[in-house]
């Protein structure tokens, strides 16, 4: 699956990622973003908690232009992941 992750800061400087992630089938998209920064990008900034939908509401983020939770969206196909359109730190993560 092809990963293009909007990375931004409080500045509004923005630019994007874009990474092949093999071997995809059965991931969410908090899988392919952790598998991203284990293999690619340590410094790929995300924020989650719970990894199973558990309602912690730590993984909010843009996925293919609709607010969704990170951890229980499908990796398929073409994604992607910017952060919530307000109060960015760094990267995906927001204020919350």
Same mark, same amino acid.
């Not at 923005?14 to 908090?30: I, M």
């Not at 952060?83 to 919350?96: A, C, G, S």
């Given at each position: 699956? &092809?990963?293009?992750? %909007? *990375?931004?800061?409080? %500045? /509004? ?10 071997? $995809? %089938?059965?991931?969410? =998209? #908090?899988? !392919? #973003?952790?598998?991203? +920064?284990e293999?690619?990008?340590p410094? #790929? !900034?995300? *924020?989650?908690?719970? &990894?199973? !939908?558990? $309602?912690?509401? %730590? ?5 293919? /232009?609709? *607010? *969704?939770?990170?951890? @229980? @969206?499908? $990796?398929? /196909?073409?994604? @992607?992941?910017a952060?919530?359109?307000?109060? =960015?730190? &760094?990267?995906?993560? @927001? +204020?919350?």
């Open positions: 699956m &092809r990963l293009r992750i %909007e *990375r931004s800061g409080p %500045e /509004g400087v923005s630019r994007a990622q874009v990474v092949e992630v093999p071997d $995809a %089938e059965g991931l969410t =998209v #908090l899988d !392919a #973003l952790a598998w991203v +920064r293999h690619v990008d410094s #790929l !900034a995300m *924020r989650f908690s719970c &990894r199973s !939908a558990n $309602a912690c509401k %730590e993984c909010l983020a843009m996925v293919n /232009g609709e *607010r *969704r939770y990170m951890c @229980t @969206t499908p $990796a398929v /196909g073409d994604v @992607t992941v952060p919530l359109p307000r109060n =960015v730190i &760094r990267d995906l993560v @927001t +204020r919350m």
